[in-house]
């Protein structure tokens, strides 16, 4: 169907929302009451609740309690269609979304709300040997890696290659990093030290590397300092004030800014949490802007969320550089600022189509700071809120009872409160499976005597 066609035959105004996450929902939602017919697209068919990815990653919950089919959600909604497709093009003086197979849809309203993708620096190699950690197929190819490797280790003979097999390389300290660290540091030393026989899984290496001079830069000194020592009792190796200038196979190439040394460690699996950047669709649209390049390809927005010059198209989330007018505070590329936005862009649109309102006229986005959360393992986390900062236990059930809550649907909800509760009174996780094809471990040099246990 082609922008023309389209326009044609809808005798409503037509609203096309990219992309099923947290942005996307929300406009999606605030749209439900409109006289509007209203096409989410998304190339998945289902929603990840992203700030619980590394616990799929780390074996602690399933993929299905932090997702839901996005039909599903929309079902009841019966001005919103939902199609699986993913968009290529944004033509914006057409008005027209072309997607991957060609097919093209008008528009009234657009709403780009298509997320970010792992940012390497331009070092796209490092793709397949350091997985991001952005989507389902991303967490559960971590979770077969990381298992795969105790898998290889119980077969080793040699024990340099079953070290290698057993450090785990973190590269980025912010949340995300932080949190991967410190589940693999927990399931290294309680979860599974009981499970294999031939070595002992204390063993296991975790480091976690950062350009900085501390974890969780964004978080308040005296809660990244707690962060630090949390993870340090917990066996993380951290190093600071680090580069990661190469990546291979077996090994990792660091380069310390203080003095230019550099260090290669040994290792088969690393995981990048290094920095993201904007999908590719979002990239497009800001290089058919012109203007400067932005730190992450994110797209400079009015004060009202629009692209200049084209009123009727809405960036949210990730994709967006959005700085407040009279603040001059940057909205942070987290979730709560992809739902703000959401909502937002949402209602501006639902106004307008009602009142056929001057877009002049609006007010300008304002985010809210509801504070900041990260888990560090069991018990331990840090809050950064409004008027307060809290760590350990307190801050950790916080963590736990906001990311339950905001998990779509009440058997999620539910799935996920019993894993908490059975992870921290038993230090089990539920999830240890490795699925996918051609997964057997594969080991340099396999133990010629499968009966000899350790210690006998």
């Known amino acids: 169907m082609s ?48 700030p619980m990815l590394y616990q799929v990653a780390t074996a602690a919950l399933s993929p299905a309690t932090i997702s839901a089919p996005l039909r599903k959600m929309f079902e009841s909604q019966r001005n919103c269609e939902v199609l699986m497709a993913e968009v290529e093009e944004v033509d914006l003086q057409r008005q027209a979304v072309r997607l991957r197979d060609g097919v093209e849809y008008g528009y009234d309203w657009l709403v780009l709300a298509a997320g970010s993708v792992p940012n390497y620096f331009g070092n796209n190699d490092w793709k397949k040997l350091a997985p991001g950690l952005k989507d389902l197929d991303d967490a559960i190819n971590i979770r077969r890696r990381f298992l795969l490797a105790f898998e290889q280790a119980e077969m080793e003979a040699d024990e340099q290659s079953r070290l290698e097999a057993l450090t785990f390389v973190i590269v980025g300290g912010g949340p995300t990093g932080v949190e991967v660290a410190g589940a693999l540091a927990e399931i290294a030393r309680h979860t599974l030290r009981r499970s294999f026989r031939h070595f002992d899984t204390n063993v296991a290496r975790v480091i976690l590397i950062d350009p900085g001079d501390n974890v969780l830069k964004a978080f308040p000194d005296a809660l990244a300092d707690r962060a630090r020592r949390d993870l340090e009792k917990m066996g993380v190796e951290i190093k600071l004030g680090a580069r990661v200038t190469a990546i291979g196979e077996h090994d990792v190439t ?69 700085v407040h007018p009279e603040t001059g ?70 963590w736990a009872i906001v990311h339950i809550f905001y998990l779509v649907g009440f058997r ?18 539920g999830v240890r499976l490795i699925t996918g094809e051609n997964v057997l471990p594969k080991a340099i040099r396999p133990t010629p005597d499968p009966f000899a246990r350790k210690g006998q």
């Open 254 to 322: 660091l380069r310390y800014k203080a003095d230019g040394r550099e260090e290669t460690l040994g290792a088969n699996n690393v995981i990048w949490a290094a920095g993201v950047e904007a999908s590719p669709v979002a990239q497009n649209v800001g290089r058919s802007l012109g203007g400067e390049k932005t730190h992450g390809g994110r797209i400079p927005v009015q004060p009202d969320l629009t692209l200049p010059g084209h009123p009727n198209v809405f960036v949210v989330g990730d994709a967006a550089q959005h």
């Open 329 to 398: 505070k940057e909205t942070p590329g987290v979730a709560q600022g992809a739902m703000q936005m959401g909502d937002y862009a949402g209602r501006a649109i639902a106004d307008a189509i009602r009142s056929g309102g001057d877009a002049s006229a609006r007010q300008p986005f304002s985010y809210l700071d509801k504070g900041s959360l990260a888990t560090i393992g069991r018990g331990r986390a840090v809050a950064a809120l409004p008027h307060a900062q809290a760590s350990g236990l307190g801050a950790w059930l916080l």
């Open 412 to 429: 999620n909800r539910i799935a996920a409160m019993a894993e908490y509760a059975w992870m921290y009174f038993f230090w089990e996780r």
């Open 3 to 50: 922008a023309s066609q389209s326009q044609t035959t809808s005798r409503r105004p037509r609203v096309i929302v990219v992309g099923g996450g947290f942005g996307g929902l929300r406009v999606v939602r605030a749209l439900r009451s409109a006289d509007a017919d209203v096409l989410l697209l998304d190339r998945r068919n289902h929603h990840v609740f992203q």
